[in-house]
Every structure is written in structure tokens, then in C-alpha cells.
């Protein structure tokens, strides 16, 4: 099996290097995070879900919503990857292993979740097809549900290091 931390140790170790003041390195992640998660991840789901449920009442509202969302998903997404990279290094930085917590699943699916949904976006809803908005919309929702109880065992995984 592949040793991730070794293979990243080199990278860390230049981190390291920086003299990043221990409290940065061991809670920049989770604020950051949170900042990405609790503001643009909820933001982006609300107009998702707003852009869905006013196309029939309040046509204009809708697309403003759907607009916001389609274009902020995928920078949601950027800073997800990005924030899932820099915590695997932090985590490598303070010697502490990657693959025992929940944490690093909950993030592992999180991503995964929400590469298949902008699969099923790009593919245009294979023709705008409800059933496809339908499993988007859900499937988006649950992805935030799940960064939810990511960002609860985040804290729990901080203060138990």
C-alpha cells in the first residue's frame, strides 16, 4: 500500500520550514473551512434551491438565483479541494496519520458527491431532464449534510490533537 504521508512528507517538512506558528497550523484549516462551508456552501445551496423553486412563481428571481449558483458551485468546489489538500498537510505536518479519521472520509465523499453532481450539471441534465434537477438538487443537499457533520468532526478531530 501506498504511504501518502511519506510521499507527502517532503512538502510538509517544507511547510514546516516557514515557522507557520503552531495554532495556524493546527486551526488555519478548520477556520478557513468553515468560512467556505457555513458562508458559500450554504449560500450556493440556498440559490440552487431558490433558482428550483420560484421558476414558476417569479421567473426573473429564479434565473438571478440559478446564475449565482452556476457560478459560484464551482469555485465552492475549488475551495473544497483546496481545503481538503491543505488539511491532509496539516495533518502530515503535526505527524498525525491520514487515513484513521472520520474526518478525512467525510471529506473524501464530500468531494466525490459533489464531482458527480457537477458531472450530472455538465452533462446539461442529459437534456434538461426534471428527474436529473431532481437528483441534483438532493444530491447537493446531501453533500452539505455531509460537510456538516464533516465540519463537527473537524472540531472534534482539533481538540482531541
Not at 511519506?6 to 468553515?34: C, D, K, N, Q, T
Not at 498537510?89 to 487515513?99: G, I, N, Y
Not at 472520509?105 to 464531482?115: A, D, F, K, Y
Request: charged content about 10%; aromatic content about 12%; hydrophobic content about 55%.
Amino acid at each position: 500500500m501506498v504511504n501518502w504521508s511519506e510521499i507527502l512528507e517532503p512538502i510538509a517538512a517544507w511547510f514546516r520550514s516557514l515557522g507557520v506558528p503552531e495554532p495556524i497550523v493546527h486551526w488555519g484549516h478548520p477556520l478557513m473551512m468553515a468560512i467556505v462551508i457555513f458562508v458559500l456552501g450554504v449560500y450556493v445551496a440556498w440559490a440552487g434551491w431558490r433558482g428550483k423553486l420560484l421558476e414558476e412563481q417569479d421567473k426573473d428571481t429564479a434565473i438571478k438565483s440559478r446564475t449565482a449558483h452556476r457560478q459560484l458551485a464551482p469555485l465552492l468546489f475549488l475551495f473544497l479541494a483546496g481545503g481538503y489538500t491543505g488539511g491532509v498537510l496539516s495533518l502530515v505536518m503535526q505527524h498525525k496519520p491520514l487515513f484513521e479519521s472520520p474526518h478525512f472520509w467525510t471529506g473524501s465523499l464530500v468531494l466525490l458527491l459533489l464531482l458527480i453532481n457537477g458531472g450530472i450539471s455538465l452533462s446539461g441534465f442529459l437534456g434538461n431532464k426534471k428527474v436529473l434537477r431532481a437528483v441534483h438538487a438532493y444530491l447537493g443537499s446531501v453533500a452539505l449534510g455531509v460537510l456538516f457533520l464533516h465540519a463537527f468532526l473537524g472540531f472534534d478531530l482539533g481538540i482531541s490533537l
